[in-house]
Structures are given as structure tokens and as C-alpha cells.
């Protein structure tokens, strides 16, 4: 039951809400175009302040009034999430961000210029293009990060799970890196490991982070290789892939938050996990390979393999790194759901997968016995597992794609569903509530 004051309140705060978003794209309009003719920071930060206050008062006036069961109601007639024009322009404008971004940066100069105090702050450098990248990404994990955490506000493993990918985005990927700046460390990303941040492990960068950053070089090197080769398969196997890809990742908390409403976007089908199995594992072995011929390379001062491992490496980065994690990755959000990178190329997550499929305890059990075959889980999974089928029959789920971030439970009427973490051994064992022979009475 809803106040109607209260609604009406609601109302006036997103008309508010929509006419400072629509100013604050003038601002940031102003400033990408204005050139030397404007004042590039009081225009460009005004308009992310905007930016800001407008998407947070749209986000509560949206979010609040509705009751926590009722948040996805009408997420299959909005233009905007299923795949109709919005959807499209809002894609189309995303893509175009990053392909400016990486290749044709000078485009974005007043932007970058607008950030110029903000990165000297923090930095102790001048601004530039990552730096706006970092910055915009960072704003987007916080405000969509206040819109889940409306959205989910009555399960507290949500709330927890959000605070956490917040904190390490702004923490982890953002502050900290920028305040080695300025103490003039190496650049470093604590909260990315190989193969995801694939040249952590390259010779190239081990060199740079121990010529450059010392005895912090030295240790950031080990940092990332314990975290790679001893802490991700120890804590894979306590608490599945979750504790990274719902948890920690930043391309995981980017999916999390402002990738929430396109989750029930990603394909379902069987051609969807074929080329998903096709996809993922061959870039995890490219990283592989590529990383072993650079350090071959290395070791022999290059007169074994010449430019190759350098041709596998710039490929990587340009193709992977660049192509699929950034353009494709999030630019395609609206169309093709907000894990599209996390499922179909991220090594990261093949080798989580791997270890979460044959080495973990992690499984979500499902009491067959209470399903009702709605489908909201299977609709609502973001790697496009088909829950249902498992619920149906009492099976565990255990998916090397699952990334235990709880929104098939979450979303489940009867409580079918629950992650949990339990003894490896009959961890494939049906519920014991219903097994599939059950539901053959009637044949
Ligand atoms: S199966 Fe459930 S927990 Fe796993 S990815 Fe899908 S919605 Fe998330
Ligand atoms: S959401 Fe729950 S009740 Fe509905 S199909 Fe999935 S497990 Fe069954």
C-alpha cells in the first residue's frame, strides 16, 4: 500500500531529478566542445555534479516507493530494457565512449581537462585519459551501487555484496593506485591478478614494478603472483568463484551495479554455452601461451623467439583487452545482458570456473520439491544458466559460469534456492526432498 503524498513527493523528486540530468548533459556537451573558449572544469565538473544528483534522485524516486518484491515489475515492457531504441542509443553512445577512449582520446580533451584539480589532488599528475575512464567507472559502480542497493535493500547478503564492490572499486581500483601516484610508486591494482590483468605477470611490467617501485615493486610482484597461484584456488575452493567475480572484481562490480538491469538480457541457450565453452577456454590458454613466450623471450634476450611473443601480446591487448573487455564488454550492456565479458572472455573466470567445477565446495542446492517452474531464476541469471532445469529436478547446481552472486535466490518465490558451502564429497547429490525419478509419476 503506497501514501499517495508520498508518491507525489516522489514524483516532483524525479522531474527534479530528469531536469538536472538533462542540464548536466548540456554541461558535459559544453565542455567536450567548447575548446578553448570555455572554462573546461567549472563547465565539466558542474556537469558531473549534476550528473550525479540527478541520476541519485531519479535512482530513489524510482526505487523507494516500490515494495522490494515489486522492483523488477515491468522490466519486459521498458523501452530502455529490452533491447528497444533507448536501449540502443544508450549502446551506441557507450561503444563510442570507448572507442574515443582508447584510440582517439584528444576527442575527450575537455573532459580530461575538467579532472585536471581532481587528478593533481589525488595524483600529484595531470589528468588524462585513464584517469577519466577510472573516474567515470568509479561514479558508476557508486551510483548504480545506491540503485542495487534500493533494489535489494531486504537481503542482506546483497546489501553486504555491493558495499563490497564499491569499497574495492573506490578503494582498491581508484584511491589507492592514484595516492601511489603521487607518493611517485608504480601504478598498481591490488584488487586485479593475472590472467585478468594479464601483464602483471609479464616480464615487461615485473621489470618496471621492481626497477621503479623497489622494495613495493618487489612486493607487489609477489602480491600478485600469491594472489593468482595460492590465494585464488584456496579461496575458490572455500567460497566458489564468487568471493572474485560478485565480490572483489571491478568488471564484476561494474556488472553488479550499473549492469543490473540488463542481467535478464543474457542468452539462455544451448548455442549460448557452446560458444561460451568455445570462447572462454581458448582465451585463457592464449593468455597462457602468451605469457610463457614472453618470459622464453625474455630469458633468451630475445634471440630464441624474436618479435613473436610481442605479436602475441600486442594482439592480446588489442583484441581481449581492448575490444572484447572494454567495447564489447560494457558498451553492449543494454543488448546483450551485463556479463558478456565475464562469460565469454574473461580468462579470470575460466580459471575460477575450473576450480569452482572440480575443486570447491561451493554449490546452490535446490529443493526441487517446492518449485513452481515460474522461471524468475532462469530469467534473472546473469551468465544465462538455465536454473530452472536444476530446481525442477532437485539438482545442485554446480556451473563453472555461476558467479554466485544470488540473484536466482534472491528472486525465487518458494526459496528453492540456496548458495551454500558444504563438503566436497556428494556434493553432486540430488535434493533429498525430490529426485528427478520422483517427477516420473505421471509417465
Ligand atoms: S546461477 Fe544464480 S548465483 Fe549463479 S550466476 Fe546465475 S543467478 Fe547468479
Ligand atoms: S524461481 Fe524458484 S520456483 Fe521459480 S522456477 Fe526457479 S526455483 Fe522454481
Redesign the pocket.
Known sequence: MYITSDNTLYSYFKHIGFTLLAISLLCLLITLTGGGNINAVTWGLSGISLLTIGSLLVIISSRLPKHVSHQNNGIWQKDATTRGISAWVLGIVLTGFYILLYWFPDTLHGLIAALEPLSQWLRNKPSDQWFLYGFFYTLAVIVMGVHALLKYRNNPYHLIRTCSVIFFQLGFAFLLPGLLLAFNQPEFYFSYFWPLKYDYLFPGTVGYLIDNGQALGVFMVFWGAVLSFLATPVLTYFYGKRWYCSWVCGCGGLAETAGDPYRHLSDKSKKAWQWEVAIIYPILGFVIITTLLLWINSWSGGSLLGDLSGGFSRSYGFFIGSIFSGVVGVGFYPILGNRVWCRFGCPMAAYLGLLQKHLSRFR?TTNGGQCISCGN?ST????G?D?RWYAQQGKP?I?S?????????HVCPRGVLK?ENGPVDGRYNGSSLIQSDSLKILS
Open positions: 546452490i531464476c534473472y541469471c546473469e551468465m544458466i536454473v547446481i556451473r559460469s555461476c558467479v554466485g552472486c544470488g540473484i536466482c535466490a548458495l
